[in-house]
Structures are given as C-alpha cells and as structure tokens.
C-alpha cells in the first residue's frame, strides 16, 4: 500500500529552523514529482516548495523563497524541506505530496503543477507551530 509519512514538525521559535522528512513506502519515489504544501487554519491548502523527477527543477512561493529549500534522496526514498528564519505566518500543517511525473518537468511544468496542487498521493501532515 502506497503511503507518504511527515515527520519533524513540532513548536519553534521565530527565527529558528525545523526539518520535515516524508518517506514513502509501497512505492520509489525515482520517478514522481514531490511537493510541500500546507494549510493553516481558515485558509486554504498553498503550494510551499515542489520538485521534478528527472531533471530537478524546484519551485518555491515567494512568501519562503530564500527561507526554505526542497531536497531529495531517492535512496532513502525521502523528501525533506528545510525551513530556516521562520515566521509566525508559517504556522500552518504541513504536507507532502508526490505524483508520478517521469519526464522532465522545467521551472516551468514543476510550479505548474504546485501552483495547481496537481498530486494524486498524500500524508497525514504534521503540524509547524512558530511562536515565541
């Protein structure tokens, strides 16, 4: 069974950095595009970070470009997003979401389909709480 695992979230002050992993299981992760998102109370679900399959390419919403950086590490078949400098505004629950996505996606296709919250498989979430 296909599954997608947060984990790292927790309560940080503002300015400090948290880590979120997601490992998938039941399927490799080589060949999908992988993305972050969350949801914060009474708004709607956003596009935080995505990444290609075979090529790369990353997108990053202005609000934490420059702050955060999506990795992957098809070995250990996780995704990671590393958030440093963190805001009060970035609370929210975070998730990871992947779609099989083989072919190179560009800058272009890649915010493309965040923007769109174009994934077919996601987790539970894990909360991020900044607050001092």
């Known amino acids: 069974q296909a599954q997608l695992v947060e984990s790292g979230g927790g309560l940080v002050q503002p300015g400090g950095s948290l880590r979120l992993s997601c490992a998938a299981s039941?399927?490799?992760?080589?060949?999908?595009?992988l993305g972050w998102f969350r949801q914060a109370p009474g708004k709607e679900r956003e596009g935080v970070s995505c990444?290609?399959?075979?090529?790369?390419?990353?997108y990053y919403a202005d609000s934490v470009k420059g702050r955060f950086t999506i990795s992957r590490d098809n070995a250990k078949n996780t995704v990671y997003l590393h958030m440093n400098s963190l805001k009060p505004e970035d609370t929210a629950v975070y998730y990871c979401?992947?779609?099989?996505?083989?072919?190179?996606?560009?800058?272009?296709?890649?915010?493309?389909?965040?923007?769109?919250?174009?994934?077919?498989?996601w987790g539970q979430g894990t909360q991020v709480t900044v607050s001092s």
């Open positions: 979401a992947a779609e099989s996505a083989p072919k190179s996606l560009g800058p272009v296709g890649i915010q493309a389909m965040c923007d769109a919250l174009d994934f077919g498989s």
């Open positions: 039941g399927f490799t992760l080589d060949y999908y595009a």
């Open positions: 990444i290609s399959s075979s090529d790369g390419s990353t």
